[in-house]
């Protein structure tokens, strides 16, 4: 079984009602068509994912690219949009919630646009012989760097929400050297790791803010952010918006 995960959004734009009404319409008819004829079968969805799987490695892989060629056609050519489209692929002997977790953080956190696991790959050249994956549009992981990535989402769970997180901490609950860690994070990510865990505590921010989680106050702390206004200025650096800017645009 193959797992899909699609990332469709980042929360952040705005546009005109009608405008946003059409072209979630058009997006979400061309994605749900799509899936429909490579039989993907929908586990669920919303305005910002799907996750979906696939019974058949033959099915995920050209479905991934008729999403992705197709994509920039349904997005509307306005200034509010960032034309955003991340797709994740993982193998799985039967579904499973961690496996879902695991392709999600691939998705979301991979710098790359299409994403998939060498165990995918694996089994699509298995099946399709003489074929090969686009690796101009596909980034395929090794198994060494699906190992490096599961270790570094398995730190970063357990410890993302708290204040004492640093890089010198990060890097020594993996192992590692602070410039083994740059580089292979780097690879990945293409970011260093100051940044990186600090975007992705914004990322959890930006979530819990959507969701209406808690007050502002709150979600910087729970987020690891000791100081509200230090918070508040990562947020802007980031998504070029003030977070009490963002909740009055979001409620």
Request: charged fraction near 20%.
């Amino acid at each position: 079984m193959v797992i899909m995960v699609l990332e469709i959004s980042d929360f952040l734009n705005r546009v005109e009602a009608t405008q946003y009404t059409i072209f979630t319409q058009k997006l979400h008819a061309s994605v749900s068509k799509t899936l429909e004829t490579y039989n993907g079968k929908i586990i669920r969805t919303d305005n910002n994912h799907y996750v979906v799987t696939f019974e058949s490695v033959t099915d995920a892989i050209p479905c991934t690219y008729k999403i992705q060629y197709r994509f920039k056609y349904v997005t509307p050519k306005h200034q509010s949009f960032s034309r955003r489209l991340n797709i994740a692929l993982s193998a799985t002997p039967q579904y499973n919630e961690p496996q879902v977790a695991f392709t999600k953080n691939l998705c979301e956190i991979i710098k790359d646009q299409v994403v998939m696991t060498s165990t995918v790959k694996s089994l699509y050249q298995r099946a399709n012989e003489h074929a090969e994956i686009d690796t101009e549009r596909v980034r395929v992981l090794t198994v060494k760097e699906e190992e490096f990535f599961s270790q570094i989402i398995e730190v970063l769970e357990q410890y993302w929400a708290q204040s004492s997180l640093t890089v010198t901490t990060f890097s020594s609950a993996l192992g590692l050297t602070y410039a083994q860690l740059y580089r292979r994070l780097l690879g990945l990510t293409g970011k260093a790791p100051n940044q990186f865990i600090k975007d992705y505590r914004l990322h959890k921010a930006l979530i819990m803010l959507h969701d209406r989680q808690g007050s502002i106050a709150e979600i910087a702390k729970q987020t690891g952010f000791n100081s509200s206004s230090y918070f508040s200025d990562c947020f802007l650096e980031k998504y070029g918006i003030r977070p009490s800017v963002y909740v009055k645009q979001h409620t």
